[in-house]
């Protein structure tokens, strides 16, 4: 596989677990920073009901491609470029929007931009699932989150672990509302959103 990463084989498990409870019937779903297409694959194949849309920038796209063509199974769809940038959504609606480690790479901006389009693409009662390590009123849930978030705005300024209340307010304007907040391995949380209806 192309791009292999580690911690994206560690937590896959988990994620799957609680994906596997919100996500029980037939659903189409759109992920967000696919990166190697390491969740695609293992949760698309143990949830072969999701109709499952990988996504990522253009440049990410050729490996993730190739990934998706040799390992993916029947309920993956071609990976199309998604680019929170350049508001690149497809014009179509999806039960899922699920996006993991993305919320911290890119800037708060596009942050912004990731939780107001998901909003839209979403039917009602839709999900938007955010998975990675995020912080309480400013306080990190552990010293190595801390050290994670120094490490990342070393590389790039604009990154950075974001606040759960900044998201919950961005979200609850977009229509949004937190149905579950979960404690996940390694320092990480799963926050779901449900989509109310207008
Ligand atoms: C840390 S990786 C996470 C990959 C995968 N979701 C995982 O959990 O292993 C962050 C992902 O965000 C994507 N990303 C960065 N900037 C983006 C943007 N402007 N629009 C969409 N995705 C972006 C990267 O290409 C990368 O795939």
Redesign the pocket.
Known sequence: MQGF?Q??DN?KAAILAVLAEWLPNQTKLL??????G??AIHLAAALNHVLWQP???E??LPALTSNIDEYGPANILGPIT?????HTWPAQTYNCVY????MH??SSE?GENLIRRAAKVLTDEGLLAL??PFKYAGDFTTPSNADFDLWLKERDAQSGVRDVEWILDLATHAGLRLVEDRQMPANNQMLIFQKTAD
């Open positions: 990463s911690a994206a937590n992920e967000i920073g696919s990166g190697a390491q969740h996504s990522d920038r440049i990410v998604l680019d929170l940038a350049a996006a993991a480690n993305v790479i890119v596009l998975y990675g």
